[in-house]
């Protein structure tokens, strides 16, 4: 068995104390994930989110969706949107 992983790949050990979020397609949506996360009562010193891409364009708050890249419980993929920022820059 190949334990290798290639290096775009991040390997996070089991969370055992506290929630796994997964999220997508937030398009710059930021208010939404913000009330979902207060519902489940999102506890950042145990509990990680990740994001399966395109966290911004088309709503009003791109910007402050990529804020979460700052921070520690995220961890995002790149979906075609981040792409074609990447691209344009």
Not at 17 to 33: K, M, S, Y
Not at 60 to 87: Q, V
Request: hydrophobic share 40%; net charge negative.
């Amino acid at each position: 068995m190949n334990t290798k992983h290639p290096p775009w790949v991040r390997v996070l050990p089991s969370n055992q104390i506290g929630h796994d979020f997964v999220i997508g397609d937030l398009h710059g949506c930021f208010d939404l994930p913000d009330r979902l996360l207060d519902h489940v009562r999102f506890d950042p010193a145990c509990d990680r989110m990740f994001s399966v891409g395109d966290l911004i364009d088309r709503g009003p708050d791109s910007l402050r969706s990529l804020g979460f890249l700052g921070a520690p419980w995220f961890y995002a993929m790149k979906g075609t949107r981040e792409h074609m920022l990447l691209k344009y820059f």
